[in-house]
C-alpha cells in the first residue's frame, strides 16, 4: 500500500510563504489524480489544489495566483508552494491520491499543520 508523508508546515507570518512536500512510496501502479486539501476544526475537507488526470493544475479560487502546485515525478513528490499566506489558510493540510496503489481508492497522509499568524 503506498505511504504518503507530507512535510513542510509550519508557523508562518500573514504574507509570508511555505513550501509543503509529500512524498508517495510503496505499490503504485498507476496515479490519476494527486492533489492537496484542507481541512479546518468543523468544517468538511476542501480541495486546495490539484493535477487532474490530464495533468492539469487547477486551484480553488480562494488561493490562485498564491500557491503553486507542482510535481517531481521520478521522485514520486508533490508539492504545494505558498505565497502570500493569509490567516484564512491556517488549516491541516493533506496530501491526496487517487489511483492503483495497488487497489483504485483514495489515499491519505496524516496531514501537515500550516498556521498563519502574527
Known amino acids: 500500500q503506498v505511504q504518503l508523508v507530507e512535510s513542510g508546515g509550519g508557523l508562518v507570518q500573514p504574507g509570508g510563504s511555505l513550501r509543503l512536500s509529500c512524498a508517495a512510496s510503496?505499490?503504485?501502479?498507476?496515479?490519476?489524480?494527486m492533489g492537496w486539501h484542507r481541512q479546518t476544526p468543523g468544517k468538511q475537507r476542501e480541495l486546495v489544489a490539484q493535477?487532474?488526470?490530464?495533468?492539469?493544475?487547477n486551484y480553488v479560487d480562494s488561493v490562485k495566483g498564491r500557491f503553486t502546485i507542482s510535481r517531481d515525478n521520478a521522485k514520486n513528490t508533490l508539492y504545494l508552494q505558498m505565497n502570500s499566506l493569509k490567516p484564512e489558510d491556517t488549516a491541516v493540510y493533506y496530501c491526496n491520491l487517487f489511483g492503483h496503489a495497488p487497489l483504485l481508492k483514495d489515499y491519505w497522509g496524516q496531514g501537515t499543520q500550516v498556521t498563519v499568524s502574527s
Open positions: 510503496g505499490s503504485i501502479r498507476s496515479i490519476y489524480v
Open positions: 493535477f487532474t488526470s490530464a495533468g492539469i493544475p
